[in-house]
């Protein structure tokens, strides 16, 4: 009897991994169709996209921070590997669930496909067409489910049940499916068949999608030499210092924070930008347009609003463009305008207060970053870059359209989300080494790092052991107020723990706060500090 019931077990728990086995590679030839399919019709058509990016956007503000502060810039490949989890899960459920019940199967595959349907229709720029791919991946799976499903029950049947323990009968037990050779080999046959066929046409689609690629466009632009070069950088802006973060953050080591899942594509040949909204002349740009407009050079550091006290979230770049002011002034912002609402081609919107756009810092519509067009992940090929404002407020990326509008009337993605809807970039301050938890040898140690108040400037840094006084630290020569500063103070170091920490002061005469703020709303702020062993 024991052994009847072990035999029994077995072959219910094969049932249930061919089941499995049947969902996922369903759920694989509807990914792979579907991957092919928007390598042909464009890229808001791969499921996986225009659902992560739904969820990107559905996401609550706490889920973003945590997301942004634990996983970094890895935050989209965490998203990526939650939804291959929770596919890879409904997927062999409804597998398993087909071998019972197909109806069961056939309405999780339904699920999932009005769930992709319904994304695929509703991210920013879709078309009916992008329905195409999932709606084709919906009925391969179904088709690929129910075939393989079949083959699998020949192959596998179902134990008879409530049969042997009443009918203690001589012979084979009936209970007991009878081992079917051929219809296992034919199950192996059709699963590695429905595999190749998923693994091919999803390799086929990333190659189509290259078709969509700018890189080739990009190679092809040549920046004009600016009408107004920034100043000569002063010498003495990079401190001697190994370890220290350098002036310039090199394109490739620019942070970057954006909603996309894959990076918006927008050729020079067909971007234009609007300008509409409360002007009086509305005007539409192309790109060879905005290269004949006099180019500002300007060294501005970007920051943005995630970037924890201490975080990685700020960069300094030599932009090239043409300065906001200027193409706002062609237009002609009519009387009670405050705020300029501009969209990038991905869909996102940001407000900006007219007043900073007005004032006469270095605000521009970008097309070149550190003597290069601006990379793809960047916001080729244009995008907003001002000094002072966080990111979310500021630096549109892929930019097409400048709205005149008013902060009344229209609310941007991030501020209703609940983030402040003026947001000025904190002053703040930076330890780049000693590197937390460091042990270093005793006797002069340098601490050095970073401080910045864009468009205001830094005036000083100070900095502290084991909250004993503050000491003045050396500052690196400032580049205009648009950009950090570097800064270095040599340290007698006694054996022990330590705690150092820094204050910046802006050129305002504001000293940062020592109150700790998260993120939200508008930036965090507080003392950057650390801990170090000293032997
Ligand atoms: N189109 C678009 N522009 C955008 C964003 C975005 O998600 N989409 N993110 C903004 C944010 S929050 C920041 S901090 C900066 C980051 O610019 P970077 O990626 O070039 O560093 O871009 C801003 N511009
Ligand atoms: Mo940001």
Redesign the pocket.
Known sequence: MRCVMTRKTAAAGIRVLAGAACGLLAAAVALGLAELLAGITGPGGSPVVAVGGAVIDLTPVPVKDFAIAHFGSHDKQALLVGIVVLLTVAAMTAGVLTLRRRRAGLAILAVFGAAGVTAALTRPGASVSDAIPVLAGVAAAAFTLMVLCRTAMAAFPAARTGSSAARPAAGPDPGIPAADGPGRRRFLIMGTASAAAAAASGVAGQVLAGRFSVAASRARVRLPAPAVPAPAVPSGTMLPVPGLTPFFTANDS???????LVL?QVAPESWTLRIDGMVARPAEITFAELLRMPLTEADIT?????DEVGGP?A?NARWLGVPLAALLRRAGPRGGADQVLS??????T?STPLTAILDGRDALVAVGMNGQPLPV???FPA??VIPGL???V??????TRLTLTTFARQRA??TQRGYAAHAPVKTESRIDIPRPLARIPAGRVTVAGVAWAPARGIAAVEVRADSGPWHTARLAAADGTGTWRQWMWAWDATPGLHQLQVRATDSTGATQTPREAGVFPDGASGWDSVVVTVT
């Not at 970007?302 to 995630?306: A, K, M, N, P, T």
């Not at 969209?343 to 996102?348: P, Y």
């Not at 500021?394 to 930019?399: E, R």
């Open positions: 620019f942070y970057r924070v954006d909603t996309d918006p970007l920051v943005c609003v995630s979230y960069g969209a990038g081609a991905d869909g996102m940001i992940a960047h916001g995008r907003m966080y990111g979310y500021s630096a549109t990326k892929w930019v993605y991030w």
